[in-house]
């Protein structure tokens, strides 16, 4: 996904962003109107359009999209399904998602949220404005989710190397070898006393965790 840094509105732009948008419905006279109101929204949204879960799946497997709107109420499944492979997909789990929901379904629209869709619209009342404002919340929504993942990652990264680099230092391999031998006597033998080869093993041990990563972030 490349979400954009901002959305910025064209008539204060030197560069419009251009959002690849896919909606998800199997109403064709809902798709038509939700296109003719992207265009009354000034976003520049470029939308492909699907009737069914399988054409989406087949979509977003294909094609990156900054935004997915997904219609919930669908003839062979629900936007949750929906929303979920998406969430899995290897191409646009990053995207921005907008559940549409009908009047009486503010609960599923909240279950919708918990799981990750960034915001909401009900379709019966659902105007230009209205749109407007649910695109551009799920876009910042979607590109914070980015933002607090690549500090994470940084976060992982710094944490791994400290860690390598105490796992290879002498003193502190002493030291680790040192406070095991005084407080945990081997069980393996009868005189529970540590030898020489005992701590020279339990040093490497410590070494060769820092060439595996899942004992290290597990």
Known sequence: ????????????????????????DDSTFDRARIRRLSKQTELMLHMDEV??????KDAVGRQVYDLILIDYRLPEGDGLEVLAHIKRSELNSDAATVMITGDAQLETAVTAMRNGCHDFLRKDDMNAVQLRGAVMNAMHAAQEQLALAA??????????????????????????????????????????????????????????????DEFIFH
């Open 1 to 24: 996904m490349s979400v954009p840094a901002e959305i910025i509105e064209p008539n204060k732009a030197h560069h419009v962003q251009i959002i690849k948008a896919l909606l998800l």
């Open 51 to 56: 009737g069914s879960i399988g054409e989406l």
């Open 151 to 212: 500090r994470t990652q940084h976060q992982r990264e710094v944490i791994r190397d400290g860690l390598s680099a105490a796992l290879r230092d002498k003193s502190l391999q002493s030291e680790m070898v040192s406070f095991i031998k005084d407080n945990f006597p081997l069980q393996d033998n009868r005189s529970g006393i540590w030898t020489n080869d005992d701590a020279d093993g339990f040093a490497g041990v410590l070494i060769g965790l820092d060439d595996d």
